[in-house]
């Protein structure tokens, strides 16, 4: 299962270019800039160098849905999770989980905090909602998601860390003016966009 089974559809109100143009002034911002690094040290501090996939936070006792919801399948999801990849967070989830570190709670008490969000019950937007309100634009947030369980699919999670860093490292620039400069060069403005769309119908 994936949380992005029903990621896309027909009615989305943008079009993938506008989309690509929001992450890019997202990552190119001083605010994305400074969420990257936040990300980088998130991800650092972490006890564990590992990110999971398909769900948000699974550290913690008390996780496991009730046997008598659905039949049991959702506890024995959750049990194939587990086995798969120990309990962890995703790449969302080690952001809001540092987040609320630097706030004051201990690392358990941040972890026990954060929704368990499987893909059984829940989707991305429900993972990018937990982003974005720890401080991720909502685009990032998604992107960080989609990235998590789609690009880095059959990785293992001390391999999509791995991975999470080494993007990091690709997005982070010298200084955030500079980022929001290369950023906007390179991706075509809304206006820009729309009419490569409508030359592509046509």
């Known amino acids: 299962m994936s949380r992005f089974s029903d990621y896309y559809d027909?009615?989305?109100?943008?079009?993938?270019?506008?989309?690509?143009?929001?992450?890019m002034r997202a990552l190119g911002s001083p605010r994305g800039q400074r969420a990257l690094t936040d990300l980088?040290?998130?991800?650092?501090?972490?006890?564990?160098?590992?990110?999971?996939?398909?769900?948000?936070?699974?550290?913690?006792?008390?996780?496991?849905?009730?046997?008598?919801?659905?039949?049991g399948y959702p506890a024995r999801e959750f049990d194939e999770l587990i086995e798969e990849q120990?309990?962890?967070v995703c790449a969302v989830g080690a952001f809001a989980w540092y987040r609320k570190v630097k706030a004051g709670l201990d690392e358990m008490?941040?972890?026990?905090?954060?929704p368990?969000?499987?893909?059984?019950?829940?989707?991305v937007w429900e993972?990018?909602?937990?982003?974005?309100?720890?401080g991720l634009a909502r685009t990032l947030?998604?992107?960080?998601?989609?990235?998590?369980?789609?690009e880095w699919r059959g990785c293992t999670p001390e391999e999509r860390w791995q991975l999470c860093m080494d993007w990091i490292e690709k997005q982070t620039a010298p200084a955030p003016s500079e980022s929001l400069c290369v950023a906007a060069?390179?991706?075509?403005?809304?206006?820009?966009?729309?009419?490569?769309?409508?030359?592509?119908?046509?």
């Open 141 to 150: 947030a998604e992107h960080l998601a989609y990235m998590n369980d789609e």
């Open 40 to 71: 980088r040290a998130a991800l650092n501090a972490l006890p564990e160098k590992r990110l999971i996939a398909r769900a948000l936070c699974t550290v913690g006792e008390n996780r496991r849905p009730d046997e008598n919801i659905g039949h």
């Open 10 to 23: 027909d009615e989305s109100p943008i079009t993938y270019e506008m989309w690509e143009w929001n992450l």
């Open 86 to 88: 120990g309990s962890g």
């Open 116 to 123: 368990t969000l499987d893909d059984y019950n829940h989707d």
């Open 127 to 134: 993972t990018a909602a937990v982003g974005a309100e720890a």
């Open 185 to 202: 060069a390179s991706v075509p403005a809304p206006a820009a966009a729309a009419s490569t769309l409508n030359d592509k119908e046509n």
């Open 109 to 114: 008490a941040a972890f026990a905090a954060l």
